[in-house]
């Protein structure tokens, strides 16, 4: 398998040298920059994290040894590299934090060296990737079109092989989007069960989860076993039960791709039945993450003394609409959480885990979704439409499981798991049964320094 762990494996091993491995993703994010998948990098800090590498003892390296990684240019942050939220004006005044978030700590402590920024649009605020004021993140498996958002810089980072992992953030859909469009791995992880501190400024309520995008589940569970916090696991029963769920406005291809994965949970031996999409819990949830992200957009803006029109016309619409909302329907929004959160539960009560597709159709062409316009309720529509459902997660606190299954027209397409709060180690189980059973995707790029 080519992945991260491989990496680290041949790094220890001494086939190749963390500084050799360093110096061809710094070659690979010249080559490939027309991906714009990074937005920042330090060739300095790159190399001093690969030679102290090298000089680490055996019996200190963790599973990831050496492995060059990229920070999203939003959510928990990593020494030494300023992230700007993808917004030009932030960018001005961003200064290079002197430690690490809690998640990074954790991460750095598998092995993983982070150089550099992945492209994010402005405030998260899309499912592409246009920041402000660069060039747009594009898909490596067809630039033409968007490789997701808003981790769509860190998808395109490891599709195109760049870095064989990066950092992601998941709001409402935002690991799992990208992952879908650039046939990639990432877990949306359970609500609280990965640390958001010490700054704590992509809870969003709650709503907000963080970790990692790869080409395997195993680099997942190595990423999440790292990451996460003391939380009761869910088993799996012998015979797993899942619960098939195709929303009506996912085209054909995409619902073809998770009835395929259904069949190969029968295979491993899972009962598998087509239930209803969940799409009312679906519905309330998208609203939730609405008012949520209008009034956190706000909040920030006016916390960094940044006015309306100093951002894109979209995100200072949104701002505005949330400056207007009213505190009780913030504290609605609140108590609606709890509500749905104990609502979605019940899914499980017939089912160990629910198989959907991730998004209604292909990928987009780049700038379909992007902040240019004015109207906040006919772009939250369409992000909805792209990617039906995908808050449902996010406002219940569940993980979600994306992974590739199959391709068609030259494109991965990609499936999740969703599971109850705490089954994320089992998702991976059953995630692992479906990659066993899938074929292998011919990736446009070799990770850099990877040897063969």
Not at 75 to 93: D, E, M, T, Y
Not at 422 to 435: Q, V
């Amino acid at each position: 398998m080519t992945d991260a762990t491989a990496l680290a494996i041949a790094i220890t091993q001494g086939h190749v040298s963390a500084r050799a491995v360093m110096e061809a993703s710094l070659t690979a994010c010249h080559a490939q920059a027309e991906l714009g998948a990074v937005v920042f990098h330090d060739e300095d800090l790159a190399r001093a994290g690969a030679a102290a590498a090298d000089a680490l003892p055996a019996d200190q390296r963790g599973p990831f040894h050496g492995v060059p990684t990229l920070v999203k240019d939003l959510g928990g942050f990593a020494k030494c590299l300023p992230a700007a939220a993808g917004s030009v004006v932030i960018r001005a005044q961003a200064r290079k934090p002197d430690r690490d978030s809690h998640l990074w700590q954790d991460l750095r402590r598998t092995g993983l060296i982070p150089f550099g920024l992945t492209a994010t649009p402005p405030f998260g605020l899309s499912l592409t990737c246009e920041p402000e004021g660069l060039q747009p993140a594009r898909n490596p498996w067809n630039p033409d079109l968007t490789p997701g958002g808003s981790s769509g810089g860190a998808a395109a980072a490891v599709a195109g092989g760049i870095v064989a992992i990066a950092h992601a953030t998941d709001a409402a859909g935002s690991i799992r989007v990208p992952a879908a469009c650039c046939g990639l791995t990432g877990l949306k992880p359970s609500r609280g069960v990965v640390r958001g501190g010490p700054d704590f400024a992509n809870h969003l309520m709650g709503i907000a989860s963080e970790l990692v995008l790869t080409r395997s589940i195993r680099d997942v569970k190595t990423a999440f076993s790292a990451a996460q916090q003391p939380l009761a696991p869910v088993l799996l029963p012998e015979r797993p039960r899942i619960a098939l769920a195709l929303p009506d406005r996912c085209g054909t291809t995409q619902r073809n791709a998770a009835e395929a994965a259904g069949e190969a949970l029968r295979d491993a031996g899972c009962e598998v039945v087509k239930v209803c999409a969940p799409d009312r819990l679906g519905a309330e949830a998208h609203a939730i993450v609405r008012t949520i992200l209008a009034v956190s957009l706000a909040e920030w803006l006016a916390t960094l003394k940044i006015s309306h029109d100093q951002v894109p016309s979209l995100a200072g619409a949104m701002a505005v609409e949330g400056q207007a909302t009213p505190t009780l329907a913030l504290f609605a929004a609140s108590r609606q959480i709890a509500r749905l959160t104990n609502r979605a539960h019940k899914i499980f009560s017939s089912a160990d885990a629910v198989l959907t597709p991730v998004l209604s159709s292909a990928p987009p062409p780049v700038g379909t979704l992007d902040l240019s316009g004015s109207d906040p309720d006919a772009h939250m529509a369409q992000l909805e439409a792209f990617a039906p459902n995908a808050a449902l997660a996010n406002v219940a606190g569940l993980p979600a499981l994306a992974l590739p299954f199959g391709m068609s027209d030259g494109l991965p397409l990609g499936v999740q798991l969703i599971g109850p709060i705490g089954s994320d180690a089992a998702l991976l189980t059953l995630g692992a049964m479906i990659e066993a059973r899938t074929v292998t995707l011919p990736f446009p790029s070799a990770i850099a320094g990877l040897p063969t």
